[in-house]
């Protein structure tokens, strides 16, 4: 098993999600430490028990001891049964002591308040030190605790009050530094896990936008291929390719249509379908069919890439726009002269 440290002891992430839980560790963690050195320190009261007889101080340190060991090692108590259970102990050793040794065991009440901020929270601490306040005052009081004041207070009922009143305030100041030490711990956490649900659900909207994006990538980049094999088909066709506007304005055309289609830059040759180098009749049967936007098959007479007059079968079809209206055509003239001359 890891080893306990004091960073695990600390750490809000280890074995829960909630301050509550942290409290919970602390207790158990405080609980095994306060088990180990109670059973060290009863080593001597347990000697001095057989030299010289048993005394108070030896059965407080037993029951005590029989008492945490209950609490630590009975399986399936509650968290604050077993914190509750611990502060009684504490209160009352602390009030043994104070009877049975005298006010050097202060100490064991002065325990009490902070045990209580730190297990459960200001309010049960305030209660805890109202209690630790009126129980050293009246129990030093009643048992008259012979605590010199020199050249100050003779009285027990002042000199009491007085201890009573140094005592609250510095156990007070302790107590509250633990509870705003522990609150500002929780708002820190909180904070965390805010900003922790945050980060998490952008991670989400993020990686869920990357895919997204990944996706686009891949089918444009899958678009893009599609038209460069296209487009490599076409340019690379044997067949005369031709794309244009229903107005006639050529914006496309394969390189088997260099001999009947003017060069673009050419002063006064526009690409249109009306400057093709076509029989007049084949021409104007063509350009009809564009601005008609009708279907249209046909064949013509056209110059071939030999020079010479070849007879091609054409067929102009219609085509949509990106908003699907009719403004676009295209052409294909495949040459049949050979086809031709085989018939006759």
């Not at 052409?331 to 085989?342: G, N, P, S």
């Amino acid at each position: 098993m890891p080893r306990n440290t004091l960073t695990d002891l600390l750490s809000l992430e280890q074995g829960g999600t909630a301050i509550s839980e942290w409290r919970e560790r602390i207790l158990s963690r405080i609980l095994s430490v306060s088990l180990i050195l109670g059973s060290l320190v009863a080593i001597p009261t347990i000697y001095f028990a057989f030299v010289r007889g048993p005394s108070a101080v030896t059965v407080i340190d037993a029951l005590g001891l029989l008492a945490l060991i209950f609490i630590v090692k009975m399986p399936g108590l509650s968290y604050r049964f077993r914190g509750y259970t611990f502060l009684f102990l504490n209160f009352l050793t602390g009030v043994g002591f104070l009877v049975m040794v005298g006010t050097i065991s202060q100490i064991y009440l002065l325990a009490v308040p902070i045990f209580a901020a730190l297990f459960f929270g200001l309010r049960v601490a305030s209660f805890a030190l109202v209690i630790n306040a009126i129980t050293l005052f009246v129990l030093g009081y009643l048992v008259q605790q012979d605590v010199p004041f020199p050249g100050l207070l003779s009285t027990d009922l002042a000199k009491w009050a007085v201890i009573s009143l140094n005592f609250a305030f510095v156990d007070t100041v302790l107590t509250i530094s633990t509870a705003l030490l522990l609150d500002n711990i929780e708002k820190s956490y909180h904070g965390l896990q805010t900003a922790g649900k945050s980060l998490v659900t952008k991670q989400k909207e993020l990686a869920e936008k990357n895919s997204k994006l990944a996706r686009e990538i891949s089918e444009r980049e899958a678009a893009e291929e599609k038209a460069m094999r296209l487009a490599r088909a076409m340019e690379q066709a044997g067949e005369i390719i031709l794309l244009g506007n229903h107005d006639g304005t050529i914006v496309y055309a394969n390189s088997a249509a260099d001999p009947i289609i003017p060069p673009p830059g050419d002063e006064g040759n526009v690409r249109r379908v009306e400057n093709l180098q076509l029989s007049s009749e084949s021409r104007d049967a063509m350009v009809s069919a564009v601005h008609k936007k009708e279907h249209w098959r046909g064949r013509v007479h056209a110059l071939g890439q030999d020079g010479t007059m070849r007879q091609m079968v054409a067929v102009v079809t219609p085509s949509t726009d990106s908003e699907g209206h009719l403004n676009n055509f295209v052409a294909i003239l495949r040459d049949v002269t050979h086809e031709v001359r085989i018939e006759e």
